[in-house]
């Protein structure tokens, strides 16, 4: 029987793991870190701005309940992520994203929307004793305090529901954070930042009332993805008194890509009250070997908070998002490592919670509570 079905029949699942936040020696003996490492990740607040596990749930039947291995790809691209080992990892919440489809028209992209809403809802709700599925800030630290994993959940890609303005009421009861407004391939909204783009320009008239209407049911503006030309007119048309995200990627200050946000646009972000999320892709953090190491997240994490402060960086794994993380950090269950990186680096523990969870907090309070 599927999670679904065990879900639909008000059936639970529970998930059995070991448990390093009751017991952090495991995280020591498990990743060689430090006491003072495994201590520190498990009395913080640990969110993950980008898990895209959903996606092979959608299409392999990939169990997120279930344990999983490396798979036969060692970990890289899939099988990253899963309830379980987030669990593990001391992931204290995250966003798990709806990836969209950009191939079907814009109704079946809703209808699909509609569909795959309920079924990571199911997914979540399936694991009651463990998971909470959370809309603001507040019930994130309810469930926090009563010992869950806090589920968010984001669209990448708002060509989900982009048929016109109302089908952005088809999301139920606020319960989606943030949208990405465009993805790997440009749509009705903007033009992506990836070089598959076949038209110039940024942000379309469409795009404009899009991020509009965005602020006014207040969920985040994600420009994660957008081509620069296309971020700013979103910046410029944006609410001013709303903060601004970018949940997953890589700076430009570190190693110049496409993918990557240059020191303009972290400043727009910062100037909303925004936070910006590191990912983990290898090729975007650095070339070579030099992108190939946990360090390179803590250069780029660096660079944001000499350039911007360090109120405004944040963690965007993009783990199953087809991505090649750096060897020591290849799944969620590494997630200690970084810790003890950032303590190597002489970070302080008020700078390290601000940025494994505390930074994103407060942009998710500015805009909901």
């Given at each position: 029987?599927?999670?679904?079905?065990?879900?639909?029949?008000?059936?639970?699942?529970?998930?059995?793991?070991?448990?390093?936040?009751?017991?952090?020696?495991?995280?020591?003996?498990?990743?060689?870190?430090?006491?003072?490492?495994?201590?520190?990740?498990?009395t913080?607040?640990?969110?993950d701005?980008h898990?895209?596990?959903?996606?092979?749930?959608?299409?392999?039947?990939?169990?997120?309940?279930?344990?999983?291995?490396?798979?036969?790809?060692?970990?890289?691209?899939?099988?990253?992520?899963?309830?379980?080992?987030?669990l593990?990892?001391g992931?204290?919440?995250?966003?798990w994203?709806?990836?969209?489809?950009?191939?079907?028209?814009?109704r079946?992209?809703?209808?699909?929307?509609?569909?795959?809403?309920?079924?990571?809802?199911?997914?979540?709700?399936?694991?009651?004793?463990?998971?909470?599925?959370?809309?603001?800030?507040?019930v994130?630290?309810?469930?926090?305090?009563?010992?869950?994993?806090?589920?968010?959940?984001?669209i990448?890609?708002?060509?989900?529901?982009?048929?016109?303005?109302?089908?952005?009421?088809?999301?139920?009861?606020?319960?989606?954070?943030?949208?990405?407004?465009?993805?790997?391939?440009?749509?009705?909204?903007?033009?992506?930042?990836?070089?598959?783009k076949v038209?110039?320009?940024?942000?379309?008239?469409?795009?404009r009332?899009?991020?509009?209407?965005?602020?006014?049911?207040?969920?985040?503006?994600?420009?994660?993805h957008?081509?620069r030309?296309?971020?700013?007119?979103?910046?410029?048309v944006?609410?001013?008194?709303?903060?601004?995200?970018?949940?997953h990627?890589?700076?430009?200050?570190?190693?110049?890509?496409?993918?990557?946000?240059?020191?303009?646009?972290?400043?727009?972000?910062?100037n909303?009250?925004?936070?910006?999320?590191?990912?983990?892709?290898?090729?975007?953090?650095?070339?070579g070997?030099?992108?190939?190491?946990?360090?390179a997240?803590?250069?780029?994490?660096?660079?944001i908070?000499?350039?911007?402060?360090?109120?405004?960086?944040?963690?965007?794994?993009?783990?199953?998002?087809?991505?090649?993380?750096?060897?020591?950090?290849?799944?969620?269950?590494?997630?200690?490592?970084?810790?003890?990186?950032?303590?190597?680096r002489?970070?302080?523990?008020?700078?390290?919670?601000?940025?494994?969870?505390?930074?994103?907090?407060?942009?998710?309070?500015?805009?909901?509570?």
């Amino acid at each position: 029987m599927t999670t679904e079905s065990l879900a639909a029949r008000g059936d639970a699942v529970r998930i059995d793991y070991a448990d390093g936040r009751h017991d952090p020696s495991l995280w020591m003996k498990a990743h060689g870190v430090s006491r003072e490492a495994a201590e520190l990740h498990a009395t913080s607040d640990v969110i993950d701005l980008h898990l895209d596990s959903f996606i092979w749930n959608r299409i392999f039947g990939y169990d997120l309940t279930k344990r999983h291995g490396r798979g036969i790809l060692g970990a890289r691209f899939m099988s990253q992520c899963d309830f379980p080992r987030a669990l593990e990892a001391g992931l204290t919440g995250a966003t798990w994203v709806i990836t969209t489809n950009p191939l079907r028209t814009a109704r079946g992209r809703s209808a699909a929307f509609v569909r795959n809403v309920a079924r990571l809802r199911g997914l979540i709700e399936a694991v009651p004793e463990q998971l909470v599925l959370v809309r603001n800030a507040s019930v994130y630290r309810a469930a926090r305090a009563a010992g869950k994993h806090g589920a968010f959940l984001g669209i990448q890609g708002g060509n989900a529901l982009d048929e016109n303005l109302d089908a952005l009421d088809l999301i139920p009861d606020d319960v989606i954070l943030r949208i990405t407004l465009v993805h790997l391939m440009s749509s009705k909204l903007g033009v992506t930042s990836a070089p598959v783009k076949v038209r110039g320009g940024g942000l379309s008239t469409f795009g404009r009332d899009y991020v509009r209407r965005l602020n006014e049911k207040r969920i985040f503006v994600d420009l994660a993805h957008i081509n620069r030309e296309g971020f700013f007119d979103a910046v410029a048309v944006h609410d001013p008194s709303l903060p601004l995200l970018v949940t997953h990627t890589g700076v430009s200050g570190v190693y110049p890509h496409w993918r990557n946000l240059d020191d303009e646009q972290l400043r727009a972000i910062a100037n909303s009250g925004g936070t910006v999320g590191v990912m983990y892709q290898a090729s975007f953090l650095g070339k070579g070997a030099a992108g190939r190491s946990v360090d390179a997240v803590l250069a780029h994490l660096e660079h944001i908070i000499q350039t911007v402060g360090e109120d405004h960086a944040s963690l965007g794994s993009d783990w199953d998002g087809a991505i090649v993380a750096p060897p020591d950090i290849a799944t969620c269950l590494e997630q200690p490592v970084l810790v003890q990186r950032m303590l190597d680096r002489g970070w302080k523990p008020e700078r390290i919670k601000k940025v494994l969870a505390g930074n994103f907090l407060r942009v998710v309070a500015l805009l909901r509570g």
